[in-house]
């Protein structure tokens, strides 16, 4: 089965500084991987996601992620964070080729210091 | 479009006393739905999924239960309440399919006293 890793628990910017969150998945076969955004106070969203082709992914609100197969990584990137950033972010990709369900990682609580 | 309702927003119940969470999905059919749980730092954790109407799969062992009497709706449960129930629970909806994403309701903190 599937499992993605998260291994950023906690990450603290200053606005304008570049964010590169970590997330690796550990099986090689066909990958499928999204990221998700919790702001604080309010539901789970999509920010992102990759099935297959380009392996850099863009997103809303500028972010982008590059699906990397060699490293199993699918990292989470913005080039100048805001304040309003401040969130938690969580990786996540289907757990098995039935697609029923999706497994996250521990999630990353990013702050950024205005 | 599709809209998700997780109710209630907050809850805070004794030790020993039932649960009752309830989550609808709007705009849509035979979606599968799922809880979750989330702790601080251990990211969400899966409780339960159904594909379909009476059709749950538990994913822990624990003091709660999952039904899903309609096709768009989900009830997660517990006969008695343990103080390690307290958490933040959250339904999620979405097509199944290797390439769907899933969608989320707003959540219910739940806290167990």
């Known amino acids: 089965a599937q499992s993605v890793s998260q291994h950023n628990h906690h990450v603290i910017l200053s606005e304008a500084a570049s964010l590169e969150l970590g997330c690796n998945y550990s099986y090689g076969g066909t990958v499928n991987l999204f990221w998700y955004v919790q702001y604080p106070g309010q539901h789970l969203q999509l920010l992102l996601k990759?099935?297959?082709?380009?392996?850099l992914v863009k997103g809303i609100k500028g972010f982008e992620a590059e699906f990397i197969k060699s490293k199993f990584s699918f990292n989470l990137r913005k080039p100048s964070v805001q304040w309003s950033d401040t969130a938690e972010y969580f990786c996540a990709a289907p757990r098995d080729n039935a697609g029923n369900m999706l497994t996250f990682g521990g999630g990353t609580r990013l702050m950024v210091k205005p | 479009s599709q809209t998700i309702h997780q109710w209630p927003a907050t809850l805070v119940q004794p030790v020993g006393s039932p649960l009752s969470l309830e989550c609808t999905v709007e705009g849509t059919s035979n979606p599968n739905l799922y809880w979750y749980r989330q702790a601080a730092g251990r990211g969400l954790q899966l409780l339960f999924y159904?594909?379909?109407?009476?059709?749950i799969s538990s994913e822990v062992p624990q003091n709660l239960s999952a039904s899903r009497p309609q096709d768009r709706q989900f009830i997660l449960s517990s006969k008695k309440l343990l103080l390690s129930d307290s958490g933040f629970y959250l339904c999620?909806?979405?097509?199944?399919?290797?390439?769907?994403?899933?969608?989320f309701g707003q959540g219910t903190r739940l806290t167990v006293v």
């Open positions: 159904s594909v379909g109407i009476g059709q």
């Open positions: 990759y099935f297959s082709g380009d392996p």
């Open positions: 999620a909806w979405r097509w199944t399919g290797v390439n769907t994403e899933a969608f």
